[in-house]
């Protein structure tokens, strides 16, 4: 892999970009960014579903209890239920990452 290929970007990175592309000040940008985080966070917090149009979907499942089994020992061990989160990428951000190759 190249180093472009398996870079993350970081929340200082993208309060950047906002302050590049909207014009507010670096603070106002980073405080903006939080309030959207905290406010998608929230939502899926109460098991609803966040859809960005041209982005993607954020939904909650739940998940129920199964048997799994420890790959070292071969033990059954039991998975507890819980709630997972998944994205679900639109036909446009779809269309726009694999162009980008």
Do not use: C, W
Request: charged letters at 30%; a positive charge.
């Amino acid at each position: 892999m190249s180093k472009t290929e398996d870079k993350n970007i970081t929340r200082a990175e993208l309060a950047e970009a906002v302050y590049h592309e909207v014009g507010l000040s670096l603070n106002e940008s980073a405080k903006l960014l939080d309030q959207v985080l905290e406010e998608i966070s929230k939502v899926l917090e109460k098991g609803e579903t966040v859809k960005l149009s041209s982005f993607g979907s954020f939904s909650v499942r739940s998940k129920k209890m199964r048997m799994g089994r420890n790959p070292k020992t071969g033990v059954d061990v039991p998975i507890l239920p819980r709630r997972i989160l998944s994205f679900h990428p639109s036909h446009i951000l779809k269309k726009q990452v694999n162009e980008k190759k």
